[in-house]
């Protein structure tokens, strides 16, 4: 497709049981990202990959997060575990790799509610 | 440490008036800086950047931004704004020794009344 694209767009699960989002960047696109988005607060840093490799994770918040993307296109963001303050919108972006002077293009996003 | 101000939670214009959302950074490289807006229940969408050049740049829907190295702000600006205009802005900063993260301020929501 043209843009990034999240899925679900909405999921509502119950404490305790696990959860994947999917983000599908834009094609041709090398560099990936997720963000966590909490009502009223700017977007939070969770993860980059270049490829496949995830370069930097430091903004995974503890081990209950993790996030693949094994043929360096799609990538899925995993959380074992769901607990109430994982409630939020997760976003994800792509960019073609221009070191510092690219913008990320943003998906829609997945609204993640925890009951 | 790497960081944005967003000052102002709000503001409100009168559509025509000239508008300016705030924003000043912290980084510890050279700033890399961007604009990006937010429609309801919409992902953020990419207005304008800051690399390096001309402190004034240009960007989608009319948008600027000036860069004042001295002040460490990137203030967004509008001559004339439009009811369309209302929406989420987000000011983010990316840091030339470590480009790996955007960091994003906290959202100033413009209101612009007809």
């Known amino acids: 497709g043209a843009g990034v694209s999240q899925t679900p767009s909405n999921k509502v699960t119950e404490k305790g049981k696990y959860v994947e989002l999917r983000c599908d960047p834009i094609?041709?696109?090398?560099?990936l990202y997720w963000y966590r988005q909490s009502l009223g607060q700017g977007p939070e840093f969770l993860i980059y990959?270049?490829?496949?490799?995830?370069?930097?994770d430091s903004g995974l918040p503890n081990d209950r997060f993790f996030a693949v993307r094994p043929e360096g296109s799609v990538s899925t963001l995993k959380i074992q575990r769901t607990e109430r303050g994982d409630s939020a919108v997760y976003l994800c972006?792509?960019?073609?790799?221009?070191?510092?002077?690219?913008?990320?293009?943003f998906g829609e996003g997945s609204r993640l509610t925890v009951l | 440490a790497q960081s944005v101000a967003q000052p102002e939670d709000q503001v409100n214009v009168a559509e025509g008036n000239p508008l300016t959302v705030k924003c000043t950074y912290s980084?510890?490289?050279?700033?890399?800086l961007f604009w990006y807006v937010q429609y309801p229940n919409r992902g953020l969408q990419f207005l304008l950047k800051?690399?390096?050049?001309?402190?004034l740049v240009k960007g989608s829907y009319g948008f600027e931004a000036e860069f004042n190295k001295s002040q460490t702000s990137f203030h967004l600006k509008k001559p004339s704004a439009l009811v369309s205009d209302s929406a989420l802005y987000f000011c983010?900063?990316?840091?030339?020794?470590?480009?790996?993260?955007?960091?994003f301020g906290s959202g100033t929501k413009l209101n612009v009344k007809p």
């Open positions: 980084v510890s490289g050279n700033p890399y």
């Open positions: 800051y690399i390096t050049g001309d402190n």
């Open positions: 990959f270049q490829g496949t490799g995830a370069a930097d």
């Open positions: 972006a792509s960019s073609l790799f221009e070191g510092a002077t690219g913008e990320l293009f």
């Open positions: 983010a900063v990316r840091d030339g020794n470590n480009f790996n993260k955007f960091y």
């Open positions: 094609s041709g696109h090398t560099a």
